[in-house]
């Protein structure tokens, strides 16, 4: 695709839910990365993906978050028993080598009520 | 733990004057980028600086890093209101790890 892409673009969920978010890097890019952006505020880096691999997850926040990515390309971020905390803007990016310039998609707005 | 440090937080000018925003770090980082954000979207790349003391020219937009490439500031001239936005700075470390800072909210008044 022309861009990153990511979906839902808003989810509103009640505590104690599983929530899943999409996210669809730029075809032929390796790196995927995941980041949460409270509002106005600046990225929380959460985990990034080397292909199919997460070598660092050192991110995040807690064992109720977790992601996976497949055939290199589609990512989903999943977070299990949502808490009020978690609503955040969860931010893909995806760069043609880990290190180079990331491009972002739009986000996915979570809100937990 | 390495950590960027954005100043000021927030910053609200008249249009046509200038400004300087700051990004400070104890760390090294072998590049440095800054990043531009509008609401409900993602922050799109400005400009990258790899060489300690290197300055680069974007329109009205300066980013200079420093020598010792743990710092690096953004000047912009002539502001105008398409200005306005969220600038973040991130650094790559030796491990080839891209931290974020806090972020600059810009706001510009015609």
């Known amino acids: 695709g022309a861009g990153v892409s990511q979906s839902p673009s808003n989810k509103v969920t009640e505590k104690g839910k599983d929530v899943e978010l999409r996210c669809d890097p730029i075809?032929?890019?390796?790196?995927l990365y995941w980041y949460r952006q409270s509002l106005g505020q600046g990225l929380e880096f959460l985990i990034y993906?080397?292909?199919?691999?997460?070598?660092?997850k050192s991110g995040l926040p807690s064992d109720r978050f977790s992601a996976e990515r497949t055939g290199g390309s589609v990512s989903t971020l999943t977070i299990q028993r949502t808490q009020q905390e978690d609503s955040a803007v969860y931010l893909c990016?995806?760069?043609?080598?880990?290190?180079?310039?990331?491009?972002f998609g739009p986000g996915t707005r979570l809100t937990v009520l | 733990t390495q950590l960027l440090e954005q100043s000021p937080q927030f910053l609200s000018i008249q249009e046509g004057e200038n400004l300087t925003v700051y990004c400070n770090s104890s760390?090294?980082?072998?590049?440095l980028q800054w990043y531009r954000q509008e609401p409900g979207e993602g922050p799109v790349l400005l400009v990258t600086v790899v060489t300690g003391g290197e300055v680069k020219k974007l329109k009205r937009l300066t980013f200079q890093f420093g020598d010792a490439r743990k710092d690096s500031s953004l000047h912009i001239t002539a502001a105008q209101p398409g200005d306005t936005g969220l600038y973040l700075c991130?650094?790559?470390?030796?491990?080839?790890?891209?931290?974020f800072g806090s972020g600059t909210r810009l706001s510009i008044r015609p």
């Open positions: 760390s090294v980082f072998s590049s």
């Open positions: 991130a650094g790559e470390s030796s491990a080839s790890k891209i931290i």
């Open positions: 990016a995806s760069s043609y080598i880990q290190g180079n310039e990331q491009f």
């Open positions: 993906f080397q292909g199919n691999s997460a070598p660092d």
């Open positions: 075809s032929g890019h390796t790196a």
